[in-house]
């Protein structure tokens, strides 16, 4: 894969330069700046692979988005490398201007026995085609349904053992790559300052009654339950793609769900429940881990969250739950089985573990071949589609927009019409809007969504 990479940026080039490949010249140019760029790809492979043991020592995990973020502060960078790792850090520098060194006087070596030969366009023109394609399928790493990345080589429950079939130079490549995803997202709701979010966050009716111990993690609250037993319950979470009211008779639906419908008496049965966006994955990161939705990637695919993120399966495996995410597709499709792992998830199990499955589709086996394996709550939802952030509370839309005032409707779900309301937003209700909105950016960038192991 990531040999791949290197390769491509110089193929990319070569088209321009075929009409005169047969120019000594040209030649020559292109044979030399292919030695360079080859061997300082070398060079950061060498240095990031020299880098990694002591990275490990202290993250558990190859070189992220950390090896890079904490530059902006050099000063304590270096101190604590040279006080705690001070034996990797000369022996890194050391071999790395070594490998300079030497590969320098083998490329000037190389390049001085270069002989230009005549090339013949016709056959040039006919091989590039093919090895283009050698080099973009050894990029895709997978003839499988989605292309490899970091989930994809998530095969044990160990995050560390996961991140070391991984190359250093690609996991740091991976994070730089998914930071123009987090950008500041949902804080261009409002400007409000952080303090103020947190606060107005906390004196909602439903919050303010509750103590928020840590400074670090500050939405971390304890509620009590409402019911005690002798023997912990089973828990089972079922996530059913695609699966809205359309298809459930008692919501207006198609009568396609009897056993749904049949069920709604055992239990609590929302019928008006939005989604939080406009792909599963945002179901994912609502269920599993209750995060608030944004304008940037799901936190599922993000790097800040990969480990000590909060979810359910992570609170659970502390009280001694078994913990499992049993999934019919791929795992490592949108991150899920890298993130899981990172996060409380102990077994996983996906398409590759099903033996003889009745159906296989796009998305992996058949869902009959899965199963084979006291207070009310809040009348709110929140959503979020692209830039436009919803809060539902009642019947009442509010709709927070980028650089756009925001609007208000009043919402019909028997007739799915919002009608326009025209008086003034209340600035209090508005604030709280806008701190909910605000909210989970915040909580991502501090890595404040966490329970702390007492």
């Known amino acids: 894969m990531q040999v791949g990479y290197f390769i491509i940026i110089p193929l990319l080039a070569l088209p321009l330069l075929i009409p005169f490949m047969n120019q000594h010249r040209i030649q020559s140019l292109w044979y030399r700046f292919s030695l360079l760029w080859f061997t300082l790809c070398f060079i950061i492979l060498w240095f990031m692979e020299i880098s990694t043991p002591a990275f490990l020592t202290q993250y558990d995990t190859r070189p992220n988005r950390l090896f890079f973020e904490y530059l902006e502060y050099p000063a304590e960078v270096f101190s604590t490398l040279w006080n705690g790792f001070k034996a990797w850090l000369v022996t890194g520098l050391v071999s790395t201007l070594l490998t300079i060194y030497i590969l320098k006087r083998t490329s000037r070596i190389i390049a001085q026995q270069f002989q230009p030969k005549s090339i013949r366009r016709r056959y040039l023109l006919g091989v590039y085609p093919l090895f283009l394609m050698m080099v973009v399928l050894s990029i895709r790493s997978t003839l499988a349904h989605h292309p490899a990345n970091p989930s994809f080589f998530a095969v044990t429950p160990d995050a560390m053992v996961n991140s070391l079939i991984l190359n250093s130079t690609y996991t740091l490549e991976y994070a730089l790559y998914n930071l123009k995803h987090e950008s500041k997202a949902n804080l261009v709701y409002g400007n409000l300052k952080v303090d103020e979010v ?153 398409q590759g573990d099903y033996t003889q499955p009745k159906f296989i589709g796009s998305w992996g086996v058949s869902d009959e071949d899965l199963s084979r394996t006291d207070k009310q709550p809040e009348n709110r939802a929140m959503m979020q589609f692209g830039d436009n952030y919803g809060w539902l509370e009642n019947d009442i839309l509010t709709v927070l927009q980028v650089n756009k005032p925001a609007k208000q409707y ?5 007739l799915n019409k919002q009608k326009p309301i025209k008086a003034p937003l209340n600035p209090e209700q508005l604030k709280k809007i806008k701190a909910f909105a605000m909210l989970p950016s915040i909580l991502y960038q501090s890595r404040g969504y966490y329970v702390p192991q007492d």
Not at 223 to 229: E, F, G, Y
Not at 327 to 333: K, L, Q, S
């Open 198 to 350: 947190l606060t107005t966050v906390k004196q909602t009716p439903y919050l303010k009654e509750y103590e928020f111990p840590y400074k670090d993690y500050p939405t971390v609250h304890f509620q009590p339950a409402t019911r005690k037993r002798e023997k912990p319950l089973n828990i089972v979470i079922i996530l059913e793609e695609s699966l809205g009211a359309t298809f459930v008779e008692s919501l207006g639906g198609l009568p396609v769900t009897p056993n749904l419908d049949r069920l709604k008496s055992d239990g609590w049965w929302f019928e008006q429940l939005y989604a939080t966006g406009t792909r599963s994955v945002r179901g994912i990161e609502a269920v599993v881990s209750g995060f608030l939705p944004t304008r940037a990637r799901s936190t599922v695919k993000l790097s800040n969250s990969q480990r000590q993120f909060f979810t359910l399966a992570d609170v659970l495996s502390r009280q001694g739950y078994f913990t499992e995410f049993i999934y019919g597709g791929e795992a490592h499709f949108d991150n899920m089985a890298n993130f899981f792992v990172g996060n409380g998830f102990q077994s996983i199990i996906d």
């Open 410 to 414: 009043r919402y019909i779900p028997k």
